[in-house]
């Protein structure tokens, strides 16, 4: 675990109610430059306005959750997931629920909060290639991606259904307002075309960036904020929002967490415009909330490039959190039975 610790008072100082600096939360993310922007975004404001300690952990998703939640050993306090995985948590009744007269959800969309989870990005997987390999003639679609014959070269995706069988339908020639509910036959098959030519199956964020970055891969589905932070460092890479899968990763509480009370308090400042405003500026990946646009805090050049952006969402598919809600068991079942053929 990373530390946190800011005792200085800032205006934030509002949000601050009965938290003390003999409290401490552990916030739990995904890891490498996505978490990084969180700390300096996030937890360090919360930190210093509520005179806390934060301690950091890592999980991969909903599963870490679920286990400490049933064991009744729940050591984490507030964790990041993604939106599939909130939406399953909740069904599942393992998190807490949120107080909302502590917490604002003004600006957010109705789709992106719940009674047991708030979003607090925007993000979007997306088709990114090496430049230097494929110059002027890059690949701009999925169906590109499975082109191995005019786009060679070593290819990656996760290994997870959610997002990757939606990618597939779009390789497929599947328009977009007919994605949901999943033909799942379809899906697989058109996986199955590809299969042997993926060279890596990620499993996280941040090895999915070192693919890149280190050129073991030549065409990835990545998040788009791992990526821009890999261009940012001078790797010769890029992307395209079109056929992009807009996700939103949603901070909660879990059932049991220790310091639920601090915790809440520490949600509250995580969601507020002017946190949210800040990720822009660390990470690319797009505020839930309409009014951290309004700040001046982001710029129109980060506006242009944000993935919930109206322009840019206009190109993608939206993620329907629902059907993962009430299908992912199964069909993880019939993923994980898929990736070991």
Same mark, same amino acid.
């Given at each position: ?34 978490? =990084? ?58 998190? =807490? ?21 708030? %979003? ?45 069988? =939606? ?88 059932? %049991? ?28 990946? %797009? ?13 129109? =050049? ?40």
């Amino acid at each position: 675990m990373t530390r946190t610790k800011l005792v200085a008072t800032t205006a934030l100082t509002l949000f601050a109610t009965s938290a003390s600096a003999q409290d401490t939360i552990t916030f739990t993310s995904f890891g490498g430059a996505f978490q =990084e922007a969180q700390r300096k975004a996030l937890l360090d404001p919360a930190a210093e306005a509520l005179n806390i300690t934060i301690l950091e952990d890592t999980l991969t998703g909903i599963a870490e959750v679920r286990a400490q939640v049933l064991a009744g050993a729940v050591t984490w306090d507030i964790v990041d997931l993604g939106l599939a995985d909130c939406a399953a948590a909740q069904a599942e009744g393992i998190l =807490e629920p949120l107080d909302y007269s502590q917490i604002s959800v003004e600006g957010f969309e109705e789709a992106a909060y719940s009674d047991a989870w708030a %979003g607090i990005i925007y993000f979007s997987t997306v088709l990114a290639f090496d430049t230097d390999l494929f110059g002027d003639n890059p690949p701009q679609s999925w169906a590109d991606f499975w082109d191995v014959e005019n786009f060679p070269g070593a290819r990656s995706l996760r290994n997870n259904p959610v997002g990757t069988l =939606e990618i597939a339908l779009l390789a497929d020639g599947v328009p977009v307002d007919e994605i949901y509910p999943l033909d799942l036959d379809r899906a697989f098959a058109k996986m199955a075309e590809i299969q042997p030519h993926i060279d890596v199956w990620w499993t996280s964020g941040a090895q999915s960036a070192q693919l890149i970055a280190d050129g073991e891969v030549d065409m990835i589905a990545i998040w788009n904020g791992r990526l821009d932070a890999v261009v940012a460092d001078g790797i010769a890479a890029d992307y395209t929002y079109n056929q992009g899968i807009a996700q939103l990763d949603c901070l909660a509480i879990p059932r %049991g967490a220790p310091n639920k009370d601090v915790a809440m308090q520490a949600l509250a400042i995580m969601l507020a415009p002017e946190q949210q405003a800040q990720m822009p500026q660390y990470i690319n990946y %797009g505020p839930t909330t309409s009014l951290a646009f309004d700040l001046g805090i982001i710029t129109d =050049e980060q506006t242009a490039i944000s993935p919930s952006a109206p322009e840019n969402l206009a190109n993608q598919l939206i993620m329907n959190a629902d059907y993962w809600a009430e299908n992912r068991q199964a069909v993880q079942e019939r993923w994980d039975a898929f990736i070991t053929q």
